[in-house]
């Protein structure tokens, strides 16, 4: 049970729409602020892309050349991660490789720019590295050590829903919203169909939270609104072996197959990106697996002996509008007040990772205490919150 105290209720009744992460982390600022929350998740719980990452959480290092401050931001949300959810997080570290001159080259100005990102980023020997995990290529030039980790996808998320839960938010898994009331320039209800309900239900709310990721354009057009969001899925591929127990990237530029992330008794490598219009029923493509396959090999040689225990893809929210692959999209995170296109009460969250959901929730919050007059400082850094076991125990399950 989480112990800690709400501010006092003001009773302004927030919808939240989207059950991963982002909805999450939301539901639980907003609640401790002292909001009335209601949640709306069309499946089950971090059942979009949230329940479907690498796993990875980010130090920013892979973003520290081209954007600093996503580097900063990754690595001081990752510590704060680290102090309230510990029970999903692996403290393992994360290695960068050169494999060629090319990437041997680079080392000097990517530790560079993790240090001016606040990132401990320190080169060892080959040899000390391949000593800590000898799935290293042999033929490395040049290793990094940097504090990446691993987390659970699924249990992350939970902790922050077993928090809200505890200071009275409602999560109601399985409802989707299927519209959106909007009167005067105002939104004013969200309508949803719960799963094995006849008729759609109306919800009278103050303001809307569309922290809906990929489907944030479906969720946006329910109230008239062309919210600029690209779908942009990649491929993962799990092998049944813990091939490294630290997470192992190529020291290139950020691109395909860069990644091997353990997940305990597996290893995922990823990823791939393209651009999609429905986020929905994503098909890895056909040559994804061979082509991961073959680039894990070149950071772990070996890799692709293992058993394959799962291919999947699924959906990045960026935020904007994609030329080509989407790779001219930034990776930062957006809050998107809409009163400007015509409908106040309600803003969309684009964009973010995994590893930010909490900073992403803090600047929602913010902007919906500034739409009220509430002057509730944001306090989600503060607290260690439940296990993830404690949304299983108190559902009874
Ligand atoms: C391949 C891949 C690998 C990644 N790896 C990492 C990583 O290693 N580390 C990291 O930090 N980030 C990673 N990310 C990014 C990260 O996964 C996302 O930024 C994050 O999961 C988005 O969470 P979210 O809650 O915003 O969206 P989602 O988890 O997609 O949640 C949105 C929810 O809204 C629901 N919804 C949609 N429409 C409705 C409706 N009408 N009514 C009710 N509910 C609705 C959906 O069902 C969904 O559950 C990765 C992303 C991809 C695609």
Redesign the pocket.
């Known amino acids: 049970m989480f112990d800690q105290v709400a501010a006092k209720p003001n009773r302004i009744r927030v919808c939240i729409?989207?059950?991963?992460?982002?909805?999450a982390a939301v539901a639980y600022d907003l609640s401790l602020r002292g909001f009335s929350v209601m949640l709306?998740?069309?499946?089950e719980l971090?059942?979009?892309?949230?329940g479907r990452?690498?796993?990875?959480l980010?130090s920013g290092a892979r973003y520290a050349v081209g954007d600093r401050a996503i580097a900063r931001e990754c690595m001081e949300e990752a510590l704060v991660l680290r102090r309230i959810v510990p029970d999903a997080i692996e403290y393992n570290g994360g290695v960068f490789v050169a494999i060629d001159d090319e990437e041997a080259d680079r080392a000097p100005s990517f530790i560079a720019a993790c240090l001016e990102s606040g990132i401990p980023a320190r080169e060892v020997p080959v040899a000390e590295a391949r000593s800590w995990e000898p799935a290293i290529n042999p033929v490395a030039r040049r290793t990094v050590w940097v504090p990446d980790g691993s987390f659970d996808a699924f249990r992350l998320p939970l902790s922050f829903f077993a928090a809200a839960r505890d200071l009275g938010a409602t999560i109601r898994p399985f409802?989707?919203?299927?519209g959106l009331e909007v009167s005067g320039g105002r939104a004013r209800a969200v309508v949803a169909w719960a799963a094995g309900d006849s008729s759609e239900e109306r919800i009278e709310c103050d303001y809307v939270v569309s922290?809906?990721?990929?489907?944030a354009g479906?969720?946006g057009a329910l109230a008239g609104l062309d919210v600029p969001i690209t779908p942009a899925?990649?491929t993962?591929v799990a092998v049944r072996s813990r091939v490294s127990d630290m997470v192992l990237s190529r020291l290139s530029l950020p691109g395909d197959g860069d990644i091997i992330?353990p997940q305990r008794g597996l290893s995922i490598i990823?990823?791939t990106q393209r651009v999609a219009l429905d986020p929905d029923c994503l098909i890895p493509h056909d040559d994804d697996t061979a082509f991961l396959l073959a680039r894990a090999d070149e950071l772990a040689p070996g890799f692709s002996s293992n058993a394959i225990h799962a291919v999947w893809s699924?959906?990045?929210?960026l935020s904007g509008r994609a030329i080509d692959d989407g790779r001219n999209l930034s990776r930062d995170f957006m809050v998107l007040d809409h009163s400007a296109d015509g409908v106040a009460g309600m803003a969309t969250?684009t964009g973010?990772?995994?590893?930010v959901l909490r900073a992403m929730a803090e600047k929602a919050a913010d902007r919906v205490c500034s739409e009220f007059g509430i002057d509730e400082p944001c306090r989600t850094r503060n607290f260690v919150l439940p296990s993830w076991r404690d949304w299983y125990a108190e559902a009874g399950l």
């Open positions: 729409i989207g059950g991963g992460g982002t909805g709306l998740e069309r499946g971090t059942s979009g892309t949230t990452h690498h796993g990875q980010h409802t989707e919203a299927v922290a809906s990721g990929a489907w479906a969720v899925p990649g993962l992330v990823g990823t699924a959906a990045r929210p969250l973010g990772k995994a590893t």
